[in-house]
């Protein structure tokens, strides 16, 4: 089992910038590939940014492509997303997730959710 608990969601004006926290407990941090999603009001869960279980490797959503960067720090247990140039799109509930293998971009490919942090951009 893995625990996530998000945080540092919060309201920023448009242009603005956030840094969200996803701090894991439980079963080897360090084994699993972590990522983002977002879910909006009315509309599915889409994929944001994934890492895999070293940190060597990410991948990023073409909608936040060059504003939003994933990172971790396996010795806190605790991945990160630094949101900048934020736009009222990106409004939504931000969640993460741990998963085993590669190139996870599918809720279904990732077995543990955190609860979710609201972000809210303002216009």
């Known amino acids: 089992q893995v625990q996530l608990v998000e945080s540092w969601g919060g309201l920023v004006q448009t242009g603005g910038s956030l840094r969200l926290s996803c701090a894991a407990s439980?079963?080897?941090?360090?084994?699993?590939?972590m990522g983002w999603f977002r879910q909006a009001p009315g509309k599915e869960r889409e994929f944001v940014a994934a890492?895999?279980?070293?940190?060597?490797?990410?991948s990023t959503a073409d909608s936040v492509k060059g504003r939003f960067t994933i990172s971790r720090d396996n010795a806190k247990i605790t991945v990160y997303l630094q949101m900048n140039s934020l736009k009222p799109e990106d409004t939504a509930v931000y969640y993460c997730?741990?998963?085993?293998?590669?190139?996870?971009?599918?809720?279904?490919?990732?077995?543990?959710w955190g609860q979710g942090t609201q972000v809210t951009v303002s216009s």
């Open positions: 439980g079963r080897a941090f360090s084994n699993y590939a």
């Open positions: 890492i895999n279980w070293s940190g060597g490797r990410t």
């Open positions: 997730a741990a998963g085993v293998g590669v190139g996870l971009v599918i809720p279904s490919q990732y077995a543990y």
